[in-house]
């Protein structure tokens, strides 16, 4: 490979942040949010047209009408206009208008006991390997100490097997095991026949077999011939709710369908067995684990599901060089292939974020906070005040946060850029401390968190945030619908262990 390959050991403590969020925000990441809210525009000012008209008119009595008559029966041109523009107004709001989107339930995989890898069982299988210098089993060590995860994660059997086999065929076995777990999990939740499903996405970035994990599905479950499947790849940690987004815009144009949505990562083929540190980081990181969602866009499906999807926002930077380059899969100096983490990834993702919460803004938050930013914004970028930015309080505009689970540093700066509590971010460290790094199905882990402890009440509203290679960073933002009782989340992972939790977890940054 031409390409250099990052240092992440010697990383200085500047690049380990992410950007100050206090700083300046470009006026276009405003301009895209204000122009995604024009774009939908037609609804906000339609509806509450159409709830008027129906008010007033639902005021008349027979005398009143009649004598509406009376006085426009000798303007017939005018009534005619008037009645076709409100037709078309009306045929055009209720063609367009977008169908809701609901989460009936959703499922994740918690592996087998036997899969548990403590600290010290890591570092003791990876010193039987004879793959890693005694220096990098250190660093390995080290950073294990310091990532947030505790000692009950899991990884593949092929993996901690010694010798370690990391062939196709348990590849195949990890991916099966994870993806028809989730997916038993959540049919005998929902008790949806799998013939009913008319929609299929299936994310997993560096497992991309022949037939694809989505027709490995399809065969395991038989699934109708007429299913719409995707099988994303490449796409990495954030591609969870890029296959959000696109069931929700395929369900715009399937009426009256169920979309079952698949998010995993594969360990077996893609442990790191060499000695470049920026790749070793990976295997201290990642973690067994997967989630199934599933979706509909039934009207009679609401009263059963637990939330509405409201908005999904997509951010994607890899039109620049040092973005498309920071998490990076490729071979180090003596042939063996693993994923590159560049010293630019705090930064890269603080940007992407800092654009994509600029786009959400406007949709999600209350007009005093957006009055608030844009007049500050305004005066700064403007007026040319020496004033402070203003940072608006997410927390006014939603009661759950699911930050990705992707290591600890990118949780503290969140934390602190976004000024989130303790409590705001207990399901993303506890997530993180009890299954590590999931990849995309680490913010349904937090989600089933919050379900567990019994916070999710009716009406609140939920904001998942995921970062992934390219470089990407998405939002989803969710309504519950009903209250979740955890009695009835038997096959929550969290249930049998809640109590224990939250534990102290110290902050500490990850490398």
């Not at 914004?377 to 608006?392: S, T």
Request: proline residues 4%; aromatic residues 10%; hydrophobic residues 40%.
């Amino acid at each position: 490979m031409s390409e250099s390959k990052p240092e992440t050991h010697s990383l200085n403590s500047s690049s380990r942040k992410l950007p100050d969020f206090k700083q300046s925000v470009k006026l276009k990441y405003v301009k895209l949010g204000y122009h995604y809210l024009i774009t939908h525009g037609m609804f906000l000012f339609l509806s509450p047209l159409m709830v008027v008209i129906v008010a007033q008119l639902s005021t008349f009595s027979l005398n009143d009408i009649y004598s509406l008559w009376e006085h426009l029966q000798y303007n017939l041109i005018s009534v005619i206009l008037c009645t076709t523009l409100l037709v078309f107004l009306s045929t055009v709001y209720f063609l367009t208008r977008p169908s809701s989107v609901y989460l009936l339930n959703f499922a994740c995989y918690k592996p087998d006991e036997e899969r548990k890898c403590t600290r010290q069982i890591f570092v003791d299988r990876s010193r039987l390997t004879g793959s890693f210098t005694e220096e990098n089993l250190q660093f390995q060590r080290k950073i294990l100490e310091r990532s947030g995860l505790g000692e009950s994660t899991y990884l593949p059997e092929a993996v901690l097997r010694v010798p370690p086999n990391p062939c196709m065929e348990e590849a195949r076995k990890e991916a099966e095991a994870v993806m028809f777990g989730a997916i038993d999990d959540l049919l005998a939740k929902t008790g949806v026949n799998p013939k009913d499903i008319g929609i299929l996405v299936v994310n997993c970035s560096l497992f991309n077999p022949t037939p694809s994990l989505s027709a490995m599905v399809i065969n395991h479950y038989k699934l109708r011939g007429n299913i719409t499947s995707y099988n994303l790849g490449g796409m990495g940690c954030s591609a969870g709710l890029i296959s959000i987004d696109l069931a929700k815009n395929l369900l715009q144009v399937t009426p009256n369908s169920y979309a079952l949505v698949v998010s995993m990562e594969n360990i077996t083929l893609n442990w790191y067995f060499g000695n470049d540190r920026s790749m070793l980081v990976s295997n201290c990181l990642f973690r067994m684990g997967g989630a199934a969602i599933l979706l509909s866009n039934k009207l009679s499906d609401r009263r059963k599901s637990k939330y509405k999807l409201i908005n999904t926002v997509r951010t994607h930077k890899g039109s620049d060089d040092k973005c498309f380059s920071c998490v990076y899969q490729m071979e180090d100096s003596v042939g063996k292939i693993g994923v590159s983490l560049s010293k630019d990834l705090m930064a890269v993702a603080g940007d992407a974020l800092k654009t994509n919460i600029t786009t959400l803004g406007p949709l999600v938050l209350p007009m005093s906070e957006q009055l608030l930013f844009f007049a500050t914004l305004v005066g700064r970028k403007v007026l040319k005040m020496k004033i402070k930015p203003y940072i608006p309080d997410f927390k006014l505009a939603f009661e759950h946060f699911c930050i990705h689970a992707g290591g600890r540093a990118v949780l503290d700066e969140i934390e602190k850029n976004l000024q989130l509590s303790e409590w705001n971010m207990e399901p993303s460290r506890m997530t993180l401390y009890r299954f590590g790094n999931t990849s995309s199905s680490s913010l349904w882990y937090e989600l089933a968190y919050m379900e567990a402890k019994g916070r999710v009440k009716r009406g609140d509203r939920v904001w998942q945030i995921a970062f992934g290679s390219g470089f990407k960073c998405n939002s989803a933002v969710w309504k519950a619908l009903r209250t979740v009782d955890p009695k009835k989340e038997k096959t929550n992972p969290w249930m049998d262990e809640i109590d224990q939790f939250p534990v102290d977890v110290p902050k500490i940054a990850t490398i």
